[in-house]
């Protein structure tokens, strides 16, 4: 065969190839999602089971009355069976509030990298269904602020945000998401990611911040209520740099202190004036297990009004 016919028909064989193999998805592909790896393991993995256990939580928990603007909360990221019952306190207040994007922000556990990694991906998938990513503002956020990046493994097995999202399913409707992982928790990169925040939300209504924390980890009971007393104490004060500053110390402790951190500059920088604590426990108030604990705390960040009441 002639040497210039065969180089043609390979040509024309793998032109058409091209044209029958599946597109390549590229890293926002409507398609990107990302599976859930808590179904069955950490909460419930039927849908019904798990709508059933997160209506059974949230009728339990119980919100104080006030007038304000609520601007964030703080939440715990234990399975269901152990600080869902804490977390409920505080999704429990937003069945009522029309956010249409939540910012998650949650500390690494698995990897470890520096600076920020905010999610490209399309979505995420619970039983419960999709919850959409806001691409568009998680570029934006990409593109504005220092050390913030996307690195795929640091949200593919982190379970800080996946958590949170069947309780914000049930409460919220036609809300998209923002998730965030930060590497790096000292108070420079929680400053530069707050302000990053402020900077692209300019105070957008619709907007609520979630940091994803738990709380002291196992020590024995006593031990561990003294630690967490001590960030509730600094939460209270509205004082962002001084629970920086008692963390690094030692002097209370948060597996998610930066997110934290950064919920209080940004709530600060948008009108947030006061920390309302919903509810604080730990591990061994459920399973009686009071040698090595873990704690758990909710509470909601706002932005308070001069007329109603102010909740303590």
Same mark, same amino acid.
């Given at each position: 065969?002639?040497?210039?016919?065969?180089?043609?028909?390979?040509?024309?064989?793998?032109?058409?190839?091209?044209?029958?193999? #599946?597109?390549?998805?590229?890293?926002?592909?409507?398609?990107?999602?990302?599976?859930?790896?808590?179904?069955?393991?950490?909460?419930?993995?039927?849908?019904?089971?798990?709508?059933?256990?997160?209506?059974?939580?949230?009728?339990?928990?119980?919100?104080?009355?006030?007038?304000?603007?609520?601007? &964030?909360?703080?939440?715990?990221? &234990?399975?269901?069976?152990?600080?869902?019952?804490?977390?409920?306190?505080?999704?429990?207040?937003?069945?009522?509030?029309?956010?249409?994007?939540?910012?998650?922000?949650?500390?690494?556990? %698995?990897?470890?990298?520096?600076?920020?990694?905010?999610?490209?991906?399309?979505?995420?998938?619970?039983?419960?269904?999709?919850? #959409?990513?806001?691409?568009?503002?998680?570029?934006?956020?990409?593109?504005?602020?220092?050390?913030? %990046?996307?690195?795929?493994? &640091?949200?593919?097995?982190?379970?800080?945000?996946?958590?949170?999202?069947?309780?914000?399913?049930?409460?919220?409707?036609?809300?998209?998401?923002?998730?965030?992982?930060?590497?790096?928790?000292?108070?420079?990169?929680?400053?530069?990611?707050?302000?990053?925040?402020?900077?692209?939300?300019?105070?957008?209504?619709?907007?609520?911040?979630?940091?994803?924390?738990?709380?002291?980890?196992?020590? #024995?009971?006593?031990?561990?209520?003294?630690?967490?007393?001590?960030?509730?104490?600094?939460?209270?004060?509205?004082?962002?740099?001084?629970?920086?500053?008692?963390?690094?110390?030692?002097?209370?402790?948060?597996?998610?202190?930066?997110?934290?951190?950064?919920?209080?500059?940004?709530?600060?920088?948008?009108? &947030?004036?006061?920390?309302?604590?919903?509810?604080?426990?730990?591990?061994?108030?459920?399973?009686?297990? %009071?040698?090595?604990?873990?704690?758990?705390?909710?509470?909601?960040?706002?932005?308070?009004?001069?007329?109603?009441?102010?909740?303590?």
């Amino acid at each position: 065969m002639n040497k210039h016919l065969f180089r043609s028909l390979i040509l024309v064989c793998l032109i058409s190839l091209a044209f029958l193999l #599946p597109p390549q998805t590229s890293g926002t592909d409507k398609e990107d999602l990302r599976p859930s790896i808590l179904a069955g393991r950490w909460y419930p993995r039927s849908r019904d089971a798990l709508a059933q256990t997160i209506q059974r939580l949230l009728s339990k928990a119980e919100t104080p009355i006030f007038n304000g603007e609520l601007k &964030a909360i703080i939440v715990p990221h &234990a399975g269901y069976s152990y600080s869902g019952y804490v977390a409920a306190h505080a999704y429990k207040l937003l069945s009522k509030k029309q956010f249409r994007r939540v910012i998650l922000i949650g500390p690494s556990h %698995r990897m470890g990298f520096r600076g920020v990694s905010v999610n490209l991906q399309a979505g995420y998938e619970t039983p419960l269904g999709i919850v #959409p990513v806001d691409q568009e503002m998680a570029r934006k956020i990409l593109n504005t602020g220092p050390n913030i %990046r996307w690195l795929r493994k &640091a949200h593919a097995f982190e379970h800080s945000l996946e958590i949170q999202l069947p309780f914000l399913q049930t409460v919220l409707h036609n809300f998209k998401i923002v998730p965030i992982i930060m590497g790096q928790q000292d108070f420079e990169t929680c400053l530069n990611l707050a302000n990053t925040l402020v900077q692209v939300l300019k105070d957008a209504k619709d907007t609520l911040l979630l940091a994803s924390s738990d709380l002291s980890h196992y020590h #024995p009971y006593n031990k561990a209520n003294a630690l967490d007393h001590q960030f509730i104490k600094d939460l209270q004060r509205f004082d962002p740099r001084g629970l920086s500053k008692n963390l690094m110390l030692g002097k209370c402790e948060a597996c998610g202190g930066g997110p934290v951190i950064t919920a209080l500059l940004a709530s600060k920088a948008i009108g &947030a004036d006061q920390a309302i604590i919903l509810n604080h426990a730990n591990s061994g108030d459920i399973t009686g297990d %009071r040698n090595q604990v873990v704690g758990y705390l909710s509470a909601a960040l706002i932005k308070s009004s001069d007329t109603g009441p102010r909740p303590k």
